[in-house]
């Protein structure tokens, strides 16, 4: 998976968020579902954009980015901001 791999589906994910949204302010959607989809999103933009840091931490010190791999929800969903 390439860095452009990783912002595409960095992207894909945002376009279904926004989706989502859109969906749920039309009715479209129960609230129910909207909160648990948003929640399963959001931990996999989480391990996206994880995996996107990792692959710029890797090539800033010499590394291949090729090494990184998508770390799992609970760690992710754990960082500090």
């Not at 894909?12 to 399963?40: F, I, M, S, W, Y």
């Not at 995996?51 to 500090?80: F, H, K, M, N, T």
């Amino acid at each position: 998976m390439t860095e452009q791999d990783v912002l595409a589906r960095i992207k894909a994910l945002v376009d279904q968020e926004h989706e989502l949204r859109a969906q749920a302010v039309k009715g479209e959607l129960d609230p129910t579902a909207e909160r648990r989809q948003l929640a399963e999103l959001e931990v996999m933009l989480d391990q996206a954009w994880d995996l996107l840091r990792q692959r710029r931490a890797r090539i800033d010190q010499g590394e291949s980015p090729d090494s990184a791999q998508p770390s799992p929800p609970g760690q992710v969903e754990g960082y500090l901001q």
